[in-house]
């Protein structure tokens, strides 16, 4: 499998319980990707899949928090893809996560079948949305009019009872809603600081559910000084979950 030659940092993430190398200038995982794993209501022995993974780091925090379940990502970088096992062989996770090279709307074999808990990073900034001039990041930024698709996909691949978890930019919102189920789902904001408006929503689909559309509370990132407040530590660095859905079918 192919292992990307550019250049690298190594970053920690939960407070430096698992340390991951991702591509210094290509595309670079952060906060949305330790939220979204936050939020993923996995178990031991779960069975899960995470679309788009790049260099495995939602799948990682989410292995790190919730031993025994099994993870398996795929993304179409087959460099990152390459990282993304690195990184679980370094954190011992290898046995936990597994990534393979792959289009998301054309899944490997092997992953052509339901999963307790399906998640997802997806691109979601739209094609006339100003980004970065390095290819390997606009690859991972821009979702080429398919955002739907990614939803589609990911609640195709969830079993009955399961859930499929999703982290957008706010502005999508109206968008996703528009092809997700009317029932079983809840929206969690992610709020920059007090007083703005909502930067990234987490959406949740409990599949089958009859619960009505659930608007959260929200997390508020920053303090006024910049830092982070007690409630987003707590998740990025003490790997505390964040808890969404209320009820299960399975």
């Not at 390459?82 to 289009?103: M, P, W």
């Not at 052509?112 to 979601?124: E, I, K, L």
């Not at 996909?153 to 997700?180: K, S």
Request: overall charge positive; hydrophobic content about 45%; glycine content about 12%.
């Amino acid at each position: 499998m192919a292992v990307s030659t550019v250049a690298q940092t190594e970053d920690g993430f939960l407070g430096g319980r698992i340390r991951l190398r991702q591509p210094r200038d290509g595309f670079r995982s952060g906060l949305d990707a330790v939220m979204v794993a936050a939020a993923v209501p996995a178990g031991d022995g779960s069975r899960v899949l995470e679309l788009g993974t790049g260099c495995g780091v939602a799948a990682l925090c989410l292995a790190a928090r919730v031993r025994g379940c099994l993870i398996e990502g795929v993304d179409l970088d087959g460099a990152l893809v390459g990282l993304a096992n690195q990184n679980a062989a370094s954190n011992g996770l290898s046995l936990a996560a597994r990534f393979h090279a792959g289009d998301v709307f054309a899944l490997p074999r092997s992953l052509r079948r339901q999963f307790d808990h399906v998640f997802t990073n997806p691109p979601f900034h739209a094609p006339d949305t100003p980004g970065s001039p390095l290819a390997a990041r606009m690859t991972a930024r821009l979702d080429d009019g398919r955002l739907g698709d990614w939803l589609r996909t990911g609640l195709r691949r969830t079993v009955p009872g399961g859930t499929f978890t999703a982290i957008l930019r706010a502005d999508r919102l109206g968008e996703a809603l528009a092809v997700l189920p009317e029932r079983g789902v809840c929206v969690l904001p992610l709020w920059p600081r007090a007083g703005s408006d909502a930067g990234r929503v987490i959406i949740q689909v409990i599949k089958g559910a009859r619960s009505p559309l659930r608007l959260m509370n929200g997390l508020l990132l920053h303090r006024s000084d910049g830092r982070y407040t007690e409630e987003a530590e707590a998740v990025l660095a003490k790997a505390c979950p964040l808890l969404m859905a209320r009820e299960r079918l399975l």
